[in-house]
């Protein structure tokens, strides 16, 4: 197994395992208990990682979390063609009638 990813985030940490899940890459998250531990360990020590099982996934994984790190949420909002209601820009679709968000909004 590869370390490919840590972080402070328990949250981002298990975003990417989602990410390379989604890729048919298989994954280990470890010290996701270690909180408890704040204080007494050097604060990166206790921080949860992603670890890829099969080194011949670690440069295909490497490259999924990197392109998940630079991509840039959708930041202009949208108006529903269907109920006309307002949306925050990363939305694919409407929260209030379920409309898909039009092809020149993503």
């Known amino acids: 197994m ?3 990813y840590t ?3 328990p949250l981002l940490v298990g ?4 990410l390379l899940e989604t890729e048919g890459i298989r ?3 470890r010290n996701m208990g270690l909180f408890g531990g704040a204080g007494e360990l ?3 020590a206790i921080w949860p990682e ?4 099969r080194p011949v996934d670690y440069e295909r994984a490497e490259r999924v979390i990197r392109e998940a790190q630079e991509a840039e949420p959708a930041k202009e909002g949208w108006t529903c063609r269907g109920c006309g209601e307002r949306l925050e820009g990363q939305f694919t679709e409407c929260w209030k009638c379920g409309r898909q968000r039009p092809m020149n909004h993503l």
Do not use: A, D, G
């Not at 975003?15 to 989602?18: A, E, G, S």
């Not at 992603?50 to 099982?53: F, G, I, N, Y």
């Open 2 to 4: 590869k370390l490919v």
């Open 7 to 9: 972080s402070h985030s």
């Open 15 to 18: 975003h990417m395992r989602n």
């Open 27 to 29: 994954c280990v998250v």
């Open 42 to 44: 050097p604060p990166t």
């Open 50 to 53: 992603l670890w890829v099982e």
